[in-house]
């Protein structure tokens, strides 16, 4: 039976803490977003990994490396949804802007020029690091640094059920979620513990 996913949310950053979407901008972990990734590492620093993967943006490389971890890869499958027009702008301003009641999961990212991902999208780019993962679970527990929105997804494949399945399940910065398996099952054994 393979091993453990850890999932480990990103520390704050500015962007995250002001409720501004944050996808490939490349915003750094404020001051509180440091000290939470510092707590990380008191909450999984004993562990031993078979592996320690991250998103490639630094909001997340520098949550692992203040957590401690040593970082044994970065996949780009598992940078941030893509919000296109949309990015860093407010749930609250882009329901004004378009009138209605908006959410990502939902209504996915602004058309146009610059339309970002849909929702698909980001849960096949979360499926291909998952198949990428499978060979190091064989070998142990596996964590990986990477970002709200995009665990949210990644999750959701994990067990199968509809990536939208994703706007159900909260992420706080600095967190620790397990997927496990039970009678040979993909499971969610803990969701959303705050290391901090």
Do not use: C, K
Request: proline share 6%; hydrophobic share 40%; aromatic share 6%.
């Amino acid at each position: 039976m393979p091993a453990n996913l850890v999932l480990l949310r990103h520390g704050r950053t500015e962007w995250a803490h002001t409720g501004r979407h944050t996808g490939v901008t490349d915003v750094p972990l404020d001051e509180v977003g440091e000290q939470q990734a510092r707590a990380l590492g008191e909450v999984v620093g004993a562990r031993t990994w078979s592996a320690v993967v991250t998103s490639p943006l630094a909001r997340a490389r520098r949550t692992a490396d203040l957590a401690g971890l040593r970082v044994t890869a970065v996949d780009p499958d598992l940078a941030e949804w893509d919000y296109g027009a949309y990015e860093g702008l407010t749930t609250p301003e882009i329901r004004e802007r378009l009138g209605t009641n908006w959410t990502v999961f939902a209504d996915g990212t602004a058309p146009g020029e610059s339309p970002g991902e849909s929702l698909e999208q980001v849960a096949a780019r979360a499926g291909a690091a998952l198949e990428r993962l499978r060979p190091a679970l064989e070998e142990g527990d596996v964590a990986v640094v990477a970002h709200g929105h995009l665990l949210r997804v990644l999750a959701t494949v994990w067990v199968g059920l509809p990536p939208s399945v994703g706007a159900h399940l909260q992420l706080a910065p600095s967190s620790v979620s397990e997927l496990s398996w039970h009678h040979g099952v993909p499971t969610i054994a803990t969701w959303n513990v705050q290391a901090s």
